[in-house]
Structure formats: structure tokens, C-alpha cells
């Protein structure tokens, strides 16, 4: 292992972490609720095993890798369609029409994407080629989960108290992971030791708290973290305003 030793005990305590929450999932029933979720962590169980598999110094190593990173790229972007359907899963019509145009955003990432790769002037390594291919797409995914973030922050929306664990751990972890690959993308590789262990850090603390708080009784509470700061009746009025656009919207579909 090339490995510093503070990131090697990080790593085998994600590990570790990870191992634990698939198997915790799976036990409390709760993989069937989270498909995308659980599908994620297991490939990043994968991915993070793989320097004790395979030599760091095997062509296979990049190729195995940049397999792994292409997956968990197209998991994150059906994880966020995921959290608006666990977090908005009572508010069926927001749902369908924050995903619409979560779609339409998402599309517009890609082809930047895409134009990216086709007019800039590129490493010839596909993995940093991955990586400046991931920019735009992560940036929007960071857009939508700060906007869901602030909608439940705000807005008194009954929400399971397991989706709520879900989403707050996924803004740290999501947003950590693609901090540290646009740092990844800018600053020398030595600087970038100084924030890989913080990144690591903060992962194996999410994993930990979704292993903690996911529970099967998480599926029947509901909690309400928005408007916290208005009158009761304020923030009944608040919800009978979301509920009737809701209804609007849900009527409003196309047959």
C-alpha cells in the first residue's frame, strides 16, 4: 500500500463502516425502500476494497476503477431522483414536477459534458477524462440536492423520520466526495493529502450515522423540521398551500 498510514486506518474503517450498514440494511428490510442507495454502497464497499485486492501498479487496477467510478456516477444521479421520491413521496405531484425538471437541468450538464470533452484539450487518461466529464453533472447535482435540502428545511412537510436520515447524511457525503474530486482536478497532488483524510473522515462519520438512525421503525415516524421558527397555524397554512398545489399538479397530469 502507497497509502499514508492515517488514510490506510481510514480506509479500513470505511470498509469496516460500509460492510456493516449493507449488512444492516439488508437485516432491517430497509434495501428493498432504498434500491439505489443500497446498489451505491455496495459498489463503493467494492471500490474501496480494491487496493487490498488488486496491485496499485496493475494496468487492471485503472480499468477495474474507472468501471467502479462510472457506475457510482450514473447512481448518483438516480440516487437524487431517489431522495425526491422518499422525501416528497406524500407530495406526489411536487415530486413529479421537481423531477421533471431535475431532467431537463441534468440533460443540459450532460451535453456541457459533452462539450467539454470534444472542444477542450484533455489528459490522455481516461480517469482524469472521467473526471472532467463528471464536473458539470456533479455541479447540478449539487444544485438539486441543495434545493431539496432547503424545500424540507424550510417548509413544514411531514417527512419518515428514515428519509430524513437519509437525505442529511447524502448532502455531507455527496457533497464531500465532489468537493475533494474538483480539488482533486486543481491542486497538486502533495496539497491534496491534506484534504483526502478529512474527506475520508467525514465519509466513514455518514456511513456510521446512517448505520446508527436507518431503522425500521424510521419507516413508520414522521418528523417536520421546516418553519420551525413560525406560529403552529402558520405553518398549517403553509402545508394546506403545498397540499392544494400538489393536488393541482396531480390533477394536471396528462391522462
Known sequence: MKLPLLE??????????????????????????????????????????????????????GWIYFGFECAKLCLYVVIVFELYAVL?????????????????????????????????????NPLRKLFYLEIPILSSLVLFILLIAAFIAY?????????????????????????????????QQASLRIFSPIVLGMGVCCVVFWSVFLSRAGERRTVSVGSKWSPPD??????????????????????
Open 8 to 61: 490506510y486506518i481510514l480506509t479500513l474503517a470505511q470498509v469496516a463502516a460500509l460492510a456493516t450498514l449493507v449488512g444492516l440494511l439488508v437485516v432491517r428490510r430497509l434495501a428493498r425502500a432504498y434500491p439505489f442507495f443500497f446498489c451505491y454502497l455496495c459498489v463503493e464497499l467494492l471500490e474501496t476494497l480494491l487496493p487490498f485486492t488488486v496491485s496499485y501498479r496493475a494496468v487492471a487496477y
Open 88 to 124: 416528497l413521496r406524500d407530495l406526489a405531484g411536487i415530486a413529479r414536477l421537481a423531477r421533471r425538471y431535475s431532467i431537463v437541468a441534468l440533460g443540459i450538464g450532460v451535453l456541457l459534458s459533452l462539450l467539454v470533452i470534444t472542444s477542450l484539450s484533455l489528459p490522455r
Open 155 to 187: 417548509y413544514p412537510v411531514p417527512l419518515h423520520r428514515n428519509a430524513l436520515v437519509y437525505a442529511a447524511g447524502y448532502v455531507v457525503y455527496f457533497i464531500s466526495k465532489t468537493t475533494l474530486l474538483f480539488l482533486s482536478l486543481r491542486i
Open 234 to 255: 402558520k405553518q398549517q397554512q403553509v402545508l394546506l398551500r403545498l397540499r392544494q398545489l400538489n393536488d393541482s399538479l396531480l390533477r394536471a397530469r396528462p391522462k
